[in-house]
């Protein structure tokens, strides 16, 4: 059972786009991480969140955690085709050391 | 290149059987992390190692066992093999034994049951 909810679970735009993609949970984490998944290779971590309310950007992104530390986005802007991948949100608890992980965006930008 | 590496890249083997998954995590890095991903199942968390130590458990059937060497290593050992183990098996290190830690995947071991 996946604790993690990701919306969309599949995504196909335009290069040039914006776009945003849901991380959602019942449960409250006390950090959060998106990971970025290519073909073949393991995931790269993106970004830790810890702070509820916290947003941190990364170049065209910016990812935003919950008030309530129980959801998180990733917004992409001006998207390219090399931000192709599965994109991976991974929640940890207070209450256990396991990190549980979305099933995850996957996202195609097209040229 | 994450600097975990893991042995074999494929893995073809029947149903019934015993295979062993290797891996070595980053240099300076104490905990191991094994995870498996299937496609309808996603990235499942299976098990933790922290310096020689079992740290977490997660989604780890009893048929499967891992350790970590002194030397840090770690192997998944999976046994009575199943034609739903088939899947991609992956390592993660990562310095501390807390979550909060960032964590390095390897390349992943993909293992086909038949």
């Known amino acids: 059972t996946q604790l993690l909810e990701q919306s969309p679970q599949f995504l196909s735009i335009q290069e040039g786009e914006n776009l945003t993609v849901y991380c959602n949970s019942s449960s409250v984490f006390s950090s959060l991480q998106w990971y970025r998944q290519e073909p073949g290779e393991g995931p790269v971590l993106l970004v830790t969140?810890?702070?509820?309310?916290e947003v941190k950007k990364l170049k065209r992104l910016t990812f935003q955690f919950g008030d309530a530390r129980k959801d998180s986005s990733l917004h992409i802007t001006a998207a390219q085709p090399g931000d192709t991948g599965l994109y991976l949100c991974a929640g940890a608890s207070d209450n256990n050391n396991d990190m549980r992980f979305g099933a995850g965006t996957r996202l195609t930008v097209k040229p | 290149d994450s600097g975990v590496t893991q042995t074999p890249k494929h893995l073809i083997t029947a149903t019934g059987q015993r295979v062993t998954l290797r891996c070595s995590p980053r240099s300076g890095d104490l905990s191991v992390y094994w995870y498996q991903q299937s496609l309808d199942q996603g990235l499942q968390f299976l098990i933790q190692?922290?310096?020689?130590?079992?740290?977490a458990k997660g989604n780890i059937l009893e048929r499967f066992s891992a350790q970590q060497f002194p030397d840090l290593h770690s192997e998944l050992n999976l046994s009575s093999l199943e034609l739903g183990d088939s899947a991609l098996y992956f390592c993660?290190?990562?310095?501390?034994?807390?979550?909060?830690?960032?964590?390095?995947f390897g390349p992943g071991t993909r293992l086909t049951v038949l």
């Open positions: 969140v810890v702070t509820g309310g």
């Open positions: 190692y922290y310096n020689g130590e079992e740290r």
């Open positions: 993660a290190s990562s310095l501390g034994s807390s979550s909060y830690n960032e964590q390095f």
